[in-house]
């Protein structure tokens, strides 16, 4: 960007340079020019701070909305985007096909000597294509069942509205997924021959888009085919049968979260039954342990589903048992700080992924995952995975940064302040992964849901929480007694001083959870800051604070991370 | 941040070798990277979605299919510089097909949108704090919602860490057009301070 003569024009750069100027983005002898004009201009310099106000404004308005919790995690996602490859990779023998046709030149006589065998590799394509979509059928309703549980796991409920057609008959009905569907009344217009028919497709008046009454039905067809197209709608599954009544039937997932959005039944010189869902939404529902007993309101399907059948008799106090079990397994190796793990439960697996340091950490949680009843690994197989929570590559200092000055200084040498760093980076890592993990274990058994578990499962939890929250004090106490020396110096030389009036206005103790979701929060901004005072300057950019407002923040934090770490109530006694 | 597989995406060979007997490796951990790139961008990019006027479950069914997209894209062997400049300029431009197939315009005072946006954020339980940023926030709420559309979606895109030149480009307008909106936008924010 370049306006030339603007000058000439008005003496001052216009608005648009100067916010080109701010971002960096003007380019051949422009900043020069702006630039010097800037550090030279009054009037300029109050606009350029005004730009910088309204956009930190406008990014802290963005940062005050709160998302929502994922519908359905990574795992499902990378799920779906398999079974998407799954469907659009082409066949190993369509892909040898197109590449004889590329023609390159060695090439080409494998091309003119293959064409009488290519006729014979489509009937071998369309031979080995039918079982090929059985199989992503089968996976698809597989990926239906497991978003369902994902769900449930996550404590959600999808409500859907969904209207039942056949000729000029029309029902509709509310479906809650997640927590039992109130009894409906009984509705008059459904005559016994329509009864039999839903009966005979396997649906469910109460819950007619179940991807399980599906495969249930789809499994009880000896002979049936398979095709799967996508649509705009979604992914939809037909199964043809050779029955008396039925003759094919389909059922159409949404293309996100495999959610059953429709589903039909071509019957046999009749009008066909059509079921489509009219609006849905996902609601909050209560705490897990309750909702497990009432999850589906419909037998589950007994094959083509990946996970054994419900109703196998696991109860949800077993289940928690098992994940307590899981949980102190990994906190007995220390995995669940370093390997990062993630678990959720649905109605009767507890399910886990992590992120193992080492092979020998991966065998070792491997091996306790298996010795405990009801308790799987999430995915196919192990395999490295970036750490969420590992630091991020160490990188030298600025030596014109107030941090790296006063380490320079202190320390003695560009080297020694390097090290310090990079020794705090390490520190800071470790304490942040502690503290996530006990915010992670706060949330699943925050203060009201602890009240409803038994004393001994209660003390369980506790002695985790206790183990883990020392460990934290311990390690952040370390991490702090590092920091704040060079911190303090640098905050006397500005003359800043740590205030200890915001303290002052807390409770005299909070619980663990919110100890723990208010530390790890805390850790980050510290690490933040020291990253920001050990970097380059940001002056320039938009949202760049000063170096006093980011050591006041810093001081802050402190204060108020050493005051959660030491002001627990009640600390680790029964709920 | 996720990481890119070991070479993945630079190198001519490894797209070579998705059609060959690697693919299920190769498609594993291409679902791997995508899946880390969901788990690390997913937050921000909902909550640009709830800004730019998809409710929730629409916003979660576009990240689906952006991130579908770009497993496509880079299964296909194309290059992807910046993961997230490409999902927001997909999902920029799926929320715009959205937007017409349902013929709705973006409001930013309807009433679930004003569900979602929350207290604005202070550090500790400090009553009075809490109001005068809720105040604050409101202010800067009510003139946000004055501004054009065009306006509000640059700011938006500014703020997930677009560049100028790349929102321009976005928009098929030029860079002055852009900059010139936005710094009018940034000054009309930056003002609230002096006249309260």
Known sequence: MNRKHWQDREGHPPVDLLLLHLEGELDGNAPDAVGVHVSQCASCQASCDQLERGISRFTAFCDSVVTPAPVSGAMALRERLLAAQVKSAPHPVIARIRDLFRFDPPRRFAFASGCASVCLLVWLVVFLGSPRQSVYASQLLSDARSASDSLLAQSKVLNQKVRLRRGSLVIERSVHHGRQTPLQAQDSSVDDHLQTELDQAHINLDDPLNANDFAAWRAGEREHTDTVKETAQGVTITTRVSGDAITEGSLTLSRSGWRPIARSVALRGEAPIEISEVSYDISDSAPVISEYSTASSSPRATTDLGTPAAGAGVSTSELEVAELDLREAFHSMGADVSAAPRIWRSEQTVFFRAFPENPKQMHAIEDAANRIAHVKEAGTQFERMPNPEQPSPSASHSAASPLGNALERKLGSAQAADDFLDSLRNRSAHVIAEAAALDQLGKRYPVDAMKTFPPDLQARVNTLASSLFSSLQRDSAVYLQALSPVLDEIAKERDITASNEDTGNLPGCLHWQENAALAAPQLRNIAKDVSLLSGPSQTGKPEALTTDQILADSLRTRSFLEWHLTSTCQLFSAN | ?196
């Open chain 2, 1 to 196: 941040m996720a990481r890119a597989p070991q070479g993945w995406n630079n190198h001519p060979g490894v797209v070579l070798s998705l059609t060959g007997s690697d693919q299920p490796m190769m498609d594993e951990h291409l679902a791997a990277y995508v899946s880390g790139l969901y788990e690390e961008h997913h937050g921000s990019l909902l909550r640009h979605l709830i800004l730019s006027g998809s409710s929730a479950p629409e916003a979660e069914d576009l990240i689906q299919e952006g991130f579908l997209r770009l497993f496509r894209h880079l299964g296909s062997g194309q290059k992807v510089d910046n993961p997230r400049s490409w999902l927001l300029r997909v999902l920029h431009n799926l929320r715009i097909d959205e937007f017409r197939k349902h013929k709705r315009e973006f409001a930013l005072d309807r009433p679930e949108f004003e569900c979602m946006v929350a207290q604005m954020r202070t550090k500790g339980p400090d009553a009075e704090a809490q109001v005068i940023a809720q105040e604050q926030q409101a202010r800067v709420q009510k003139a946000i919602g004055k501004l054009a559309p065009r306006q509000y979606q640059y700011l938006l895109l500014r703020a997930e860490g677009l560049k100028l030149r790349e929102i321009a480009e976005m928009f098929r307008v030029t860079v002055q057009t852009v900059s010139e909106s936005c710094a009018k936008a940034m000054l009309e924010l930056g003002r609230l301070g002096d006249e309260s």
